[in-house]
């Protein structure tokens, strides 16, 4: 139990808001462990209590223990002040280099004397305006470059990926890229830290293994699967591709699992036993295959925890003892949170663990011999079930088809491409390589064919605490063993997750959510019954953009399968650059927008409108109205892309909501001339992000907001929102927040109340930097 509460101490302080200073944390600690040697000694309490004191004290021992870990690491941050110079450092690669579009990430560690930065940056180096390529990079390698740091940043938004999260477990204080500069150049090799050298000389592994593997299989189709099970690399797997596994439940068997790891120990320590009888030599032939697999795949969350517990199980058979299952979990939670108190803030960590804590759950409770493949599916029974609270906690989703599409992919890859896969890394064993991506593709031939059923993926909504509590007990019910009372009650329980409707705001209310997409704006609207979008965020690079990394991400959080409309205001990629992604996975009744005729995004629509002043609609008594363009002006080529754009009144419960897209001085004059008395509102998106072409004086006073939100990237080239439109705000007392700062902004106009929420200030952490000046 001491062991539990150590966890539970370093999993609080990840949930903290802030750090606490860390002498006084120690002191305490050290204090409550000399009260409860006392009082055990004096038996003071009774024995109960005594447990549940030595309980306390781990998880306060947990607590500090982390902070403590926290506070070096957080003290790493690039300072402020640097963020956006051009600084010259020198430094090693030590990191697989990972392509990007156009460009490679990488891994660089400064040398020691260099610039005040942090001592492990993570970079990326593009391709330059004249198409210059990007030298090959590999571990090891010693450069001289010319960077632009920043530190680490990322969006918060309902169901997003928190990179600020990944990035300090990952280590990274800094962020940036390398700028094209002739003085960019490849030093002589430095021999480095000694502390270093066994890191490189495994990096160098994978980087000859991957480079072995691409030149076995160049052109072959899932040649981007082998390197991604062999290595850990995942870079080269199509966006389409995770999709189909994701989408069928096997995801977890492309990145490098647990399951894998386990599957080629057994296997080891099955040839072993051939060529030496000893128990002993076939643990340890386990433990061996174990750790080279973990290290040749990066040592990421799931290879850690299994490799713990691997170690666990091989350091007990070799003492000649047996650990309950439940202890070697324990065990190896702690392990893994003792060497990297961080691997909580991974999804891995929760589903690795969560899984084989329901396994061992359904295994303990099991009565009777059973065949092997009785036992088989019964696993498989159990995993299924027991992740479906985590996946719709974590992604919105549940894959359908997922047993049937695991009970081949398992034992096809776990027991099939990797192994096939590693001895193909031998040199001279190319066959095997071909041998595995063959196998693969059958495997993904079926994975096709189950992915088109239609119904195979179920969503929901992003579960309330009280729902997910419920779904957990009514799991450990559906696991507990046959005869058990009420065992059919836990999936009636269970299904409280996949079929308690999604919140929405009551009649005549209306929920707004500004979404965090960088430099642009995406905004979810939804009412009682109905649910629109108002512009796709913007294209971040060829495969990634705000439709498919924040819209889609959130709406399955919010339970959304399905818009009632779509508002494309203008053209300009940073509001229509990721419509075409939502438009593919989410259909929409219809698509609003002024973009001219023979715009792709009008083919993948339904039924499109334009956009026109005195168009106007009402769902739930809630109204809209669109103010802006004329008709006479929404496919004018002679006017700016901007001041085509889409204005949207919304009016509820006597407040007014002003969304004015990109619209500039010429506009907001347009505006004020034909209705200077209707632009009154209660919160005004602000017009093209700030910049100094809108927000004019006259415009600000006829709307009057007391609200104000500058939908801005961090640290945007623009310099958005300009320093004089900020203060033509702040001259009228006009509360002002920015996405970049706050995260998402949710708006709430419910029982004539409006109320405004931030991602950041709702769940906010100690690893968020307060914002740079």
Known sequence: MSLAGFVAG????????????????????????LAVVGIRRYRVVGTGLQRLLVVLMALLFGFVYADGRAQVRMSETLSPDLEGRDLALSGTVISLAEGV?????????????????????????????????????????????????????GLINPGGFDFEAWALSQGIRATGSVKANKGNRLLAADKGDWRNLLRLAVENARDRVRARIQSALAGARWAGIIVALVVGDQSLIRSDDWQLFWNTGVGHLISISGLHITMLAGLASRLAGFFWPS???????????????????????????????????????????????????????????????????????????????????????????????RAALRTQWSATWAMVPLLLLLFGQVSLVSPLANSFAIP????????????????????????????????????GWIGQWPGGVWSAATPEPLVFAVGLLGLAFLLAPAGLPGRRAGALALGVLLLVPPPRPGAGGVWM??????????????????????????????????????????????????????????????????????????PADWLLSSLEPGHPLLAQARRSIPCVAGQQWEWDGVRFDLLHPLAADVWNPLRKTNDRGCVL???????????PADIEALSERELLERDPNGLAADLLIAPHHGSRTSSTADFLDAVDPRWVIFTVGYRNHFGHPKPEVVARYDDRRIASLRTDQTGAVAIAVENRHLSLTTARGRFPHYWELPPSK
């Not at 990007?134 to 920043?150: D, F, I, N, T």
């Not at 490799?307 to 392990?335: E, F, G």
């Not at 009144?649 to 969304?659: D, P, Q, S, Y």
């Open 513 to 586: 959510d500004v979404l965090d997409v960088g430099q642009g704006l995406a905004v979810v609207i939804r009412t009682r019954h109905h649910a629109m979008v108002y512009d796709a965020g913007p294209r971040y690079s060829a495969e990634s953009d705000g439709g498919s990394r924040v819209l889609l991400p959130a709406l399955r959080a919010m339970g959304l399968n399905h818009l009632d409309g779509l508002v494309i205001s203008h053209r300009d990629t940073d509001h229509s650059g990721g419509a075409a992604s939502l438009l593919k996975a989410v």
């Open 279 to 373: 128990l002993r030599v076939r643990w340890m032939a386990g433990l061996s295959a174990a750790t080279f697999y973990a290290l040749l795949a990066g040592f990421s969350v799931p290879t850690q925890r299994t490799l713990y517990m691997i170690s666990v199980v091989t350091i007990s058979r070799l003492r000649q003892s047996s650990a309950p299952s439940s202890l070697v979990l324990v065990v190896a939670l702690a392990v893994a949170v003792l060497v990297d108190p961080w691997a909580p803030l991974a999804v891995g960590f929760w589903l690795s663990f969560g899984a084989v804590a329901a396994l061992m759950y359904a295994d303990a409770y099991s009565v009777g011999r059973h065949s092997a493949w």
């Open 10 to 33: 370093i999993l609080l302080l990840q949930c903290s808001p802030r750090l606490f200073p860390f002498p006084l944390g120690l002191a305490a600690a050290i204090l409550a462990a």
């Open 412 to 447: 096809a890859v776990s027991l099939g491409v990797v192994p096939l896969a590693l001895l193909g890394v031998v040199p001279g064993l190319d066959y095997f390589l071909q041998a595995a991506h063959g196998l693969f593709a059958l495997v993904a031939w079926g994975l």
């Open 649 to 659: 009144r919304i009016t509820a419960e006597g407040w007014r909501m002003l969304l």
């Open 101 to 153: 579009p156009a460009g490679q990430r990488f891994l660089f560690r400064v040398d020691e004397g260099e610039a005040a930065v942090p001592h492990d940056l993570s970079l990326a180096w593009f391709s330059d305006s004249a198409g210059e390529p990007v030298p090959e990079l590999h571990p090891g390698q010693h450069w001289y470059l010319h960077c632009r740091l920043k530190r680490p940043h």
